[in-house]
Each structure stands twice: as C-alpha cells, then as structure tokens.
C-alpha cells in the first residue's frame, strides 16, 4: 500500500456524526417511537395522494426551482415566492448557508444546547464552531453578543430550541440582530414555529423582509409530517437567495417531494388539527409527568425535556433502559450536553399514556 491516500480538509474529521433518534429494539417489537419529534397526525391526505400520483412520471427530472412548491409555500404565508429556496430538508439549507458563508478562519456561532446540525455544517466547512452559554435552558442574547468576534460570520438560534423546546420573543431576536455586526448572517431556525401559541413569538419573517441579513429555515419534517421526503425552505434576502440557487444541487427536491409539500402547506385544516392535538397532549403531559416528581423544562414546541434525578438507579439512562423493556423509545440528549435528560415527543393519545404510566412505574421501583 502506498503511504499516500486522499486527506480530508481540515476539521471533518472532527465531526461527530449525527446520531439520529433510535427507531428499532432489540425485541424486534414494534415501538412506541418518540425520539425524533415527528408528528402523531401523520401527513395530509392530500400530501399523500400527490406523493402517489407522482409515481407516474419517475423518468422525468423534477422542476429545478421547485417552483409549484414555492409557490404554495409563498401563497400560504404572503411571501415573495423569488425569496424562497427549498431544500432536501432544512438540513441541506443549514448546510448550504454555512458553505457560503464560512471559511477556514471564520467562526459560526451557536448556543450550548442548539442543535447538532450547526456544528457538523461549521465543520464541515473549515470553519471554527463557538459555542455561547444559555440562561436556563434558555438562548441568551448577551452570551451570544459576548462570543462575538472579527472571525464570526454566521449565528444560528433554534427558536424554539431543539432539545430545550424553550423559546426566545421576538423582541429579543430583534435585540440580537441590531447588536450584531451587519455583516455577520443570522439563521432563524424555525423548524417548531407552527406549534408555538404565545403572543410575544414571531418566527422571523418580518425580520427577514427588513434587513439584508436575517434568513429564517423551515422544515416539513414535523408538523407537515413529510420528514421521510426531506423538505425545507428558506426565506431570504433576494441576494441570499441568488448565492443559495447558485449552489445548492439543481435537482435537489424529487418531484414527489415537491407536490406533497405544496400539497400539505395548502391544507391548512390538517395542519390546524395537528396543532390543537399537540397543544392539548402538551400541557396534559407536562402536567402528569411533573407529579411524578420529574422536572419539566417548560416547552412551546412538540417534545418535552423530562430531567431526571442525580441518584443513578433513577437517572436518565436507567430509564431510557427500562422505558425500552416497555418497547417505548424516547431520546437520549447527552450529545446536547444534557446527560441526565430525556427528550419525548407528543404521540398519540394511546402513547402519552402508556409514557405516563410507564414513568410512574420506574419512579416506583
Ligand atoms: C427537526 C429539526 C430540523 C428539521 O430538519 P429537516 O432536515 O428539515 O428534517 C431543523 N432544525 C431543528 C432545530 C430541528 O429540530
């Protein structure tokens, strides 16, 4: 063998790769799975009737621009469809803003417990990931204006916050963006926005409408319910929007991925009814599993943060183990820093209920 073999550039190899929430047992048992956040709803019917009905074109490439997909996107939020690009998930737009924006010497900013997603695109890129402290559990403007420096290029936030489900109002976002420098981009991650109901939140249109450098992501992946399609899309500045189509693959939506999409963003009752579900499931789950006696990090989004307590045999791992006995798959968050912690999405009515008394019968043992 020859000593010289290809190299990857600098910093891949420092990338953890994403581990995705479990979704089989051992048991080979079929799960109760909530441990990605997907929604109990399922999908539109009428997304799933485009998606069927795109099976009889599959030899023909799709519409580059994804254009039937913008549009609805832009119908269903009075938007300007040329400002919008959809992407194979927000995850691909995640990484193309960071492949356009960040270099080797430059500096991506995201906060203690954001999502992994960030650091894995600032790495892959070249670039150096700094992470700002949060204020319980929370996304703290001043820690992020502190880690500032001349390096720093982009700042993401999750609003909400996955995995915390906390939130930041508008106010404070407003704040974050006039203390940044204006050449330094701000990405609004907004993949929870349909379910959070509070008065002082704002996902980030307007932002994104006046200023040149505020961009807002958007998945169809949890309330839409097309995660296994892989849709997203971003709201941006016009000339963002033209550095964005410049790189990002010219096919990067499948047919059947875009009409589904346009598909389930127009019906608005599906998307309503998955709302009230969650809203109910929410707050009867926060509720009933904090008279368990286990702390709740309250939550806006569609998951909980359930912490447990220090005392091992009744720690977080000990449950997920014993959770798991019970063919219930919740998520472990210790990549978010967060090891005595639990992660669970609002299931069904039948799920939260059989999460509920199997919480009850670990704090028993
Ligand atoms: C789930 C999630 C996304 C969505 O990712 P997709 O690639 O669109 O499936 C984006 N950001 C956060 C914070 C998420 O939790």
Redesign the pocket.
């Known amino acids: 063998m020859s000593a010289l073999r290809p190299i990857p550039r600098p910093g891949i190899l420092d990338i953890d790769p994403y581990v995705p929430g479990e979704s089989t047992l051992p048991s080979g048992l079929k799960p109760v799975k909530l441990s990605s956040?997907e929604t109990p709803l399922g999908p539109s019917p009428k997304a799933i009737a485009a998606y069927k009905a795109a099976a009889d074109d599959l030899e023909r490439y799709p519409d580059g621009p994804s254009t039937a997909l913008r549009n609805a996107i832009a119908r269903r939020y009075g938007l300007d469809a040329s400002r919008i690009v959809c992407g194979a998930?927000?995850?691909e737009i995640l990484n193309l803003l960071a492949h356009a924006y960040l270099g080797p010497g430059d500096e991506g900013l995201f906060t203690e417990h954001g999502?992994l997603?960030y650091r894995i695109a600032i790495l892959g890129n070249g670039a150096t990931p700094i992470v700002a402290k949060e204020s319980n559990l929370t996304t703290d403007v001043d820690a992020i204006l502190a880690k500032v420096s001349p390096r720093t290029k982009i700042v993401f936030v999750?609003n909400p916050n996955?995995p915390t489900g906390t939130y930041l109002p508008i106010g404070e976002i407003r704040r974050l963006r006039e203390k940044l420098r204006p050449d330094i981009l701000l990405v609004l991650?907004a993949?929870y926005a349909e379910y959070v109901s509070r008065n002082d939140y704002e996902a980030g249109i307007e932002l994104v409408a006046t200023t040149d450098n505020t961009v807002m992501t958007r998945?169809f992946?949890?309330i839409h319910g097309l995660?296994s399609l892989?849709v997203?899309w971003v709201y941006c500045p016009a000339d963002i929007a033209d550095v964005l189509n410049r790189i990002r693959g010219p096919f990067n939506l499948s047919s059947a991925a875009i009409a589904a999409g346009a598909a389930a963003i127009a019906d608005t009752g599906h998307e309503e009814a998955a709302r009230r579900h969650n809203e109910t499931w929410l707050a009867w789950l926060s509720e009933e599993i904090a008279k368990l006696g286990l702390t709740v990090t309250p939550s806006v989004a569609n998951f909980l943060l359930i912490h447990f307590p220090a005392d091992k045999a009744k720690g977080a791992v000990a449950c997920d183990e014993f959770l798991k006995t019970k063919a219930i798959i919740l998520r472990r968050v210790a990549g978010y820093g967060l090891p005595n912690a639990l992660r669970m999405t609002v299931g069904t009515e039948e799920e939260n209920k059989r999460v509920v008394a199997a919480l009850r019968e670990f704090m028993a043992r």
């Open positions: 956040n998930g927000s995850d999502f997603v999750a996955n991650d993949a998945t992946s949890k995660a892989r997203g």
